[in-house]
């Protein structure tokens, strides 16, 4: 893909590639419903794709897989599959995931082409960036809320962090299920 051609990816152009990360931190509910931390390494990969035509929208994608391994461990403890979609006329990128544990997101934000920082949100409930779980999920770890920051440090590396936020059944207050990483260009 030629250069010119990378500034209809908008803020999305830098993260195409395949990138890791050693110093992940995840802070989820432990197998007792408390809390557990794991450290992690993670791989993700971007390719684009696009134009994708909807009438008069036009997106420019990025297809992701990502997987997350324990520090120590072989197999990943999190895989999520996906696409983050800029849209230059409405200045809205928004990212459609999918966890193979029964989970569905699709959460957006605002940005402009050359932002180097850009935060993505969901709801429970919304009709536009929403949030769908399987029966299970929905009655024992009910996530009404998403929340996730990127931050493109340079070329070579970005970080986010992101808030999962779950309604544990038993628990009366909410659980923050965090998850953060730096991620180096490989």
């Known amino acids: 893909?030629?250069?010119?051609?990378?500034?209809?990816?908008g803020p999305l152009a830098v993260l195409i590639g395949q990138w890791e990360g050693d110093k992940g931190d995840d802070i989820a509910p432990g197998d007792d419903r408390g809390t557990e931390n794991n450290k992690f390494h993670e791989v993700v990969i971007f390719e684009p794709l696009g134009p994708n035509q909807n009438h008069e929208q036009i997106l420019y994608s990025l297809r992701y897989n990502l997987k997350?391994?324990?520090?120590?461990?072989?197999d990943p403890f999190h895989e999520e599959y996906g696409y983050i979609?800029?849209?230059?006329?409405?200045k809205q990128l928004s990212r459609s995931s999918i966890i193979p544990r029964g989970f569905a997101m699709l959460s957006g934000g605002k940005a402009e082409a050359d932002s180097k920082e850009f935060s993505l949100s969901a709801k429970l409930g919304s009709q536009t960036y929403g949030i769908c779980s399987n029966p299970f999920l929905d009655r024992e770890?009910?996530?009404?809320?998403?929340d996730i920051k990127?931050?493109?440090?340079?070329?070579?590396?970005?970080?986010?962090?992101?808030?999962?936020?779950?309604q544990i059944k038993g628990k009366p207050d909410i659980f923050h299920h965090r998850d953060k990483n730096r991620m180096k260009k490989v």
């Open 150 to 166: 990127f931050t493109i440090h340079n070329d070579r590396e970005f970080s986010y962090e992101e808030d999962t936020q779950i």
């Open 68 to 74: 997350a391994t324990r520090l120590g461990d072989k």
């Open 1 to 9: 893909m030629e250069t010119k051609d990378l500034k209809n990816w």
């Open 141 to 146: 770890f009910k996530t009404v809320a998403f």
């Open 85 to 90: 979609h800029w849209d230059a006329k409405e």
